[in-house]
């Protein structure tokens, strides 16, 4: 969805549009309609929902950022399918690797879910790997927790501990793709979207430490990292 912050849906997001338009022509046709639109980021996105008009606006539209955040949850394909997801794991990994051969400096990110009930040792394993087979860098990790009433509350739980444990594991392989990705990023130079003084974001989604008007895009050079954020002055 066109969005920095839509929260993971299991339905089609233009399901309620005229026309129920596919993600692809939705896209295109904001960027041709709002000639002045800078930019247009996309998150919370499902693989499945992925068209070959969205693929041709990935090749070649600039002002479609690169940098995706899937909805994945998972990278288990049985617990996907506990969760009733659209989804699989392969669906994901085909979905990187393609909009990677298009866009090589492309970006993910994906909100994960740690400790789904029957969430067995080599499950998560299986989540802990998609990291590194989609290539992800930023993770909105999620430790489960049940809600009265849903099919899941009456699942088998795991034990609290367990999940923040696991929880915890993901976001520290999360915080080790983030560094390196952003320790390759030194000596680039980036359009920086500032969003209040002091701080903005890279066409990737990187977190930049920079001076400048909020709402403006800056044109910086980035000098370095702390693993966390970047640093960069004006180009």
């Known amino acids: 969805m066109p969005s920095s912050s839509s929260p993971a849906s299991t339905s089609p997001p233009m399901a309620n549009l005229p026309g129920r338009p596919s993600l692809g022509r939705l896209v295109r046709t904001i960027?041709?309609?709002v000639p002045d639109l800078p930019?247009?980021?996309?998150?919370s996105i499902d693989s499945i929902e992925v068209d070959d008009q969205l693929m041709r606006a990935i090749a070649e539209e600039e002002r479609l950022m690169p940098h995706f955040h899937l909805s994945l949850q998972s990278g288990d394909d049985l617990?996907?399918?506990?969760m009733k997801r659209r989804h699989l794991r392969g669906d994901a990994i085909r979905f990187t690797d393609a909009v990677r051969r298009l866009r090589p400096d492309v970006a993910f990110g994906a909100d994960l879910i740690a400790g789904f009930p029957t969430e067995a040792e080599?499950?998560?394993d299986n989540t802990l790997a998609a990291v590194e087979d989609c290539g992800l860098t930023y993770l909105h990790v999620f430790p489960f927790s049940p809600r009265p009433g849903t099919p899941a509350a009456r699942m088998p739980q795991l034990d609290r501990g367990l999940v923040k444990e696991r929880a915890a594991r993901l976001r520290q392989r999360g915080s080790s793709a983030l560094a390196t990705r952003l320790a390759a990023e030194a000596g680039q130079t980036r359009n920086v979207l500032v969003e209040r003084d002091g701080f903005g974001r890279s066409e990737h989604y990187a977190p930049v430490r920079i001076a400048g008007e909020p709402g403006s895009i800056v044109s910086a050079r980035i000098t370095g990292t702390d693993g966390t954020i970047l640093f960069a002055e004006a180009a």
């Open 39 to 43: 930019r247009l980021r996309l998150s």
């Open 79 to 82: 617990i996907l399918k506990r």
């Open 122 to 124: 080599e499950a998560f």
């Open 31 to 33: 960027l041709r309609q």
